[in-house]
T-cell receptor, first 112, second 114 residues
Framework: DSGVTQTPKHLITATGQRVTLRCSPR?????VYWYQQSLDQGLQFLIQYYNGEERAKGNILERFSAQQFPDLHSELNLSSLELGDSALYFC???????????FGPGTRLTVT | AQSVTQLGSHVSVSEGALVLLRCNYSSSVPPYLFWYVQYPNQGLQLLLK??????LVKGINGFEAEFKKSETSFHLTKPSAHMSDAAEYFC????????????FGKGTMLLVSP
């Protein structure tokens, strides 16, 4: 158990819908990262937050957005969902930027 | 831009045999290199990392990796495979610990037979 929690574990929704994935970092970790894992694209970095502020952006679609709240938990919002958005979404956290990242168990999103 | 190539999407070994998982990277600056393991239905766990200093890095569960700048490689090895090593392994590179965003390879599934 890495100490990073993600909810929900599984999510099934229809195309065009919007979902929110939640991540609670390890106690004391200030930095949160979101990754997407799919069969065709592999593991891709989406976005990073540090102490509430966005610090880096990767291959994140405009339909996706994220934020980190004052209590340091983070949410990833996915809207206008397409079949291709079906994937495993991981959250990771680290004490600060540059430290080892600890990964959560992931949220498996299925878009039908 | 940085990139990672993992040779072989699947590697099969017998229990007790040497494990060798290959990773080559591309980076415009001195890289930071990582190996992660993913067991079924679980998140990723860091096996080992290279940032600076000694090029032979030892990790958890008996794994080690050697950074070879001339070959732009960071291959993962373990002298003797165990059944519990069966998992997917990911090599990753970061160009800066300042931002520490990881670029992952496609992964290599390690299969261990009795």
């Amino acid at each position: 158990d890495s100490g990073v929690t993600q909810t929900p574990k599984h999510l099934i929704t229809a195309t065009g819908q919007r979902v929110t994935l939640r991540c609670s970092p390890r106690s004391g970790d200030l930095s949160v990262y979101w990754y997407q894992q799919s069969l065709d694209q592999g593991l891709q970095f989406l976005i990073q937050y540090y102490n509430g502020e966005e610090r880096a952006k990767g291959n994140i679609l405009e339909r996706f957005s994220a934020q980190q709240f004052p209590d340091l938990h983070s949410e990833l919002n996915l809207s206008s969902l397409e079949l291709g958005d079906s994937a495993l979404y991981f959250c990771a956290s680290s004490v600060t930027i540059g430290d080892e990242q600890y990964f959560g168990p992931g949220t498996r999103l299925t878009v039908t | 831009a940085q990139s990672v190539t993992q040779l072989g999407s699947h590697v099969s070994v017998s229990e007790g045999a040497l494990v060798l998982l290959r990773c080559n990277y591309s980076s415009s600056v001195p890289p930071y290199l990582f190996w992660y393991v993913q067991y079924p239905n679980q998140g990723l766990q860091l096996l080992l990392k290279y940032t600076t200093g000694a090029t032979l890095v030892k990790g958890i569960n008996g794994f080690e990796a050697e950074f070879k700048k001339s070959e732009t490689s960071f291959h993962l090895t373990k002298p003797s495979a165990h059944m519990s090593d069966a998992a997917e392994y990911f090599c990753a590179v970061s160009e800066s610990l300042r931002y520490s965003t990881l670029t992952f390879g496609k992964g290599t599934m390690l299969l261990v037979s009795p």
